[in-house]
């Protein structure tokens, strides 16, 4: 089949054996490609009845007949017939592997960007390079504002849509459970005498919404202690964990923001008007996290700790797909993991075990009028959810990697039978015997 529309020369006609045509009234047939840069004129068939588009100046969309690659026109151009990936040029248009070469490469988009184009099928790992490419909406092109506001909107939100989706994702999970918890609060008879069951299933519900809403995309981090964790024991690109952490707490002050502003009456009804981080009227609890009264803060930091350790133990297990393969029901068992945790370990500190979901709104209550007591009240405990998470979901993961995951962090099962056949020490019959052995080749996972 023919080569990239990049690597052709400038002129009429080509066919399939990409054989110059002598003029651009070549015969139309199954064999005729549409029309490359700088060349006008009437259009030419492609078997499956596309064609290059008429009076363009810079090139023109057309699907080489049985080939797998389709060509899109050059920026600046319209695609005004029906060129193969649909009519014009669209936000969705898939860019070829000719742009993802050429700005992996260091190419601006603004020298050449395939829009119609597709190469190969549209695939998981295709559309994660797509995501990277900033393609230019032709639409919006030069036409003034508002319309280069868009244009830029979508150029920054495909940029950083990895931060926008932890931010959102935190946002609805300290919305969702800051709201549980001010219900159980301010109604206690709503909460039919049993305030922790409410908290507890509240915050299990909001991580799973939360992780519907951003894991497709970021990878539904959503703690800053498990994207520290991820980049110790995963290969969490180092340079993301800043921005994650950022989007992160940002995405916890919003959401606390969103719930002072709902329940704004209610906790002035309260309280009145007068903001108490400690006593029978406290209501800075509804949104951070604060021990008993005779709960140390030693005690406290244990507690958290091993709160987040159970936490990404669990979550490592959950979604090890050698351990348990089917994960499509990670988010609602991630989430019942982080109930349990409320029930059973939770009632002495108020269970953060994630830095964002207690910094953020600990800082909203202190500009919403509450003052310094935040970080002051309980001996200064405020420093111990901000802390003790890291300590304890690093413990945790590490205690999968060393007792429950594979022996060799990476490998897949072919690798260890290999290693034991070479060395000739594995049993008899091991390798009939093996559960699923023959399952996972090929399948490098990082642990």
Same mark, same amino acid.
């Given at each position: 089949?023919?080569?990239?529309?990049?690597?052709?020369?400038?002129?009429?006609?080509?066919?399939?054996?990409?054989?110059?045509?002598?003029?651009?009234?070549?015969?139309?047939?199954?064999?005729?490609?549409?029309? /490359?840069?700088?060349?006008?004129?009437?259009?030419?068939?492609? +078997?499956? @009845?596309?064609?290059?588009?008429?009076?363009?100046?810079?090139?023109?969309?057309?699907?080489?007949?049985?080939?797998?690659?389709?060509?899109?026109?050059?920026?600046?151009?319209?695609?005004?017939? +029906?060129?193969?990936?649909?009519?014009?040029?669209?936000?969705? %248009?898939?860019?070829? =592997?000719?742009?993802?070469?050429?700005?992996?490469?260091?190419?601006?988009?603004?020298?050449?960007?395939?829009?119609?184009?597709?190469? @190969?099928?549209?695939?998981?790992?295709?559309?994660?390079?797509?995501?990277?490419?900033?393609?230019?909406?032709? /639409?919006?092109?030069?036409?003034?504002?508002?319309?280069?506001?868009?244009?830029?909107?979508?150029?920054?939100?495909?940029?950083?849509?990895?931060?926008?989706?932890?931010?959102? @994702?935190?946002?609805?999970?300290? !919305?969702?459970?800051?709201?549980?918890?001010?219900?159980?609060?301010?109604?206690? /008879?709503?909460?039919?005498?049993?305030?922790?069951?409410?908290?507890?299933?509240?915050?299990?519900?909001?991580?799973?919404?939360?992780? !519907?809403?951003?894991?497709?995309?970021?990878?539904?981090?959503?703690?800053?202690?498990?994207?520290?964790?991820?980049?110790?024991?995963?290969?969490?690109?180092?340079?993301?964990?800043?921005?994650?952490? *950022?989007?992160?707490?940002?995405?916890?002050?919003?959401? *606390? @923001?969103?719930?002072?502003?709902?329940?704004?009456?209610?906790?002035?009804?309260?309280?009145?008007?007068?903001?108490?981080?400690?006593?029978?009227?406290?209501?800075?609890?509804?949104? *951070?996290?604060?021990?008993?009264?005779?709960?140390?803060?030693?005690?406290?930091?244990?507690?958290?700790?091993?709160?987040?350790?159970?936490?990404?133990?669990?979550?490592?297990?959950?979604?090890?797909?050698?351990?348990?393969?089917?994960?499509?029901?990670?988010?609602?068992?991630?989430?019942?993991?982080?109930?349990?945790?409320?029930?059973?370990?939770?009632?002495?500190?108020?269970?953060?075990?994630?830095?964002?979901? +207690?910094?953020?709104?600990?800082?909203?209550?202190?500009?919403?009028?509450?003052?310094?007591?935040?970080?002051?009240?309980?001996?200064?405990?405020?420093?111990?959810?901000?802390?003790?998470?890291? *300590?304890? %979901?690093?413990?945790?993961?590490?205690?999968?990697?060393?007792?429950?995951?594979?022996?060799?962090?990476?490998?897949?099962?072919?690798?260890?039978?290999?290693?034991?056949?070479?060395?000739?020490?594995?049993?008899? %019959?091991?390798? =009939?015997?093996?559960?699923?052995?023959?399952?996972?080749?090929?399948?490098?996972?990082?642990?």
């Amino acid at each position: 089949m023919g080569t990239q529309m990049g690597q052709r020369p400038a002129g009429p006609i080509y066919d399939t054996a990409q054989n110059l045509h002598p003029s651009s009234a070549a015969p139309p047939g199954p064999n005729n490609y549409g029309a /490359r840069a700088a060349n006008t004129g009437p259009r030419y068939p492609t +078997d499956d @009845g596309a064609y290059g588009a008429p009076q363009m100046t810079t090139g023109a969309g057309y699907r080489p007949p049985g080939a797998d690659a389709d060509y899109g026109a050059p920026l600046g151009t319209k695609l005004e017939a +029906d060129a193969y990936g649909g009519p014009g040029v669209n936000p969705q %248009g898939y860019a070829s =592997e000719a742009t993802i070469a050429h700005n992996q490469q260091g190419g601006r988009v603004d020298d050449a960007d395939y829009y119609a184009g597709r190469s @190969g099928p549209y695939t998981n790992s295709m559309k994660r390079k797509l995501s990277l490419i900033p393609m230019r909406n032709a /639409r919006w092109h030069s036409r003034g504002f508002p319309n280069r506001f868009f244009e830029w909107w979508h150029r920054l939100r495909v940029r950083y849509r990895d931060y926008l989706a932890e931010f959102f @994702g935190t946002a609805v999970l300290v !919305f969702l459970g800051d709201s549980a918890v001010a219900t159980a609060v301010l109604f206690p /008879r709503v909460a039919n005498s049993a305030p922790w069951l409410v908290i507890s299933f509240g915050w299990g519900f909001a991580l799973t919404f939360a992780l !519907f809403v951003s894991a497709g995309v970021s990878g539904g981090h959503l703690n800053p202690a498990v994207t520290t964790t991820s980049a110790a024991l995963r290969g969490f690109p180092l340079r993301k964990v800043p921005g994650y952490i *950022a989007a992160q707490l940002l995405g916890g002050f919003c959401g *606390a @923001g969103l719930v002072y502003g709902l329940f704004h009456s209610s906790i002035h009804n309260l309280d009145g008007g007068i903001r108490h981080t400690v006593g029978p009227t406290a209501t800075a609890n509804i949104f *951070a996290t604060y021990p008993q009264p005779w709960i140390t803060v030693g005690t406290g930091f244990m507690a958290e700790v091993f709160g987040t350790a159970v936490l990404l133990f669990c979550i490592y297990g959950i979604t090890d797909e050698r351990n348990m393969p089917g994960t499509a029901y990670a988010p609602l068992a991630i989430g019942f993991i982080l109930t349990t945790i409320g029930l059973n370990l939770g009632f002495q500190t108020g269970f953060a075990v994630n830095p964002a979901r +207690d910094l953020g709104p600990r800082a909203l209550t202190s500009a919403a009028g509450y003052g310094a007591q935040p970080w002051h009240a309980y001996s200064h405990y405020a420093w111990v959810p901000a802390v003790a998470p890291f *300590a304890g %979901g690093l413990i945790g993961g590490l205690l999968y990697d060393f007792f429950v995951n594979h022996p060799r962090l990476g490998s897949t099962d072919s690798d260890i039978v290999s290693d034991l056949e070479g060395a000739n020490e594995y049993p008899d %019959g091991f390798d =009939e015997r093996r559960p699923n052995h023959g399952h996972h080749h090929g399948h490098h996972h990082h642990r």
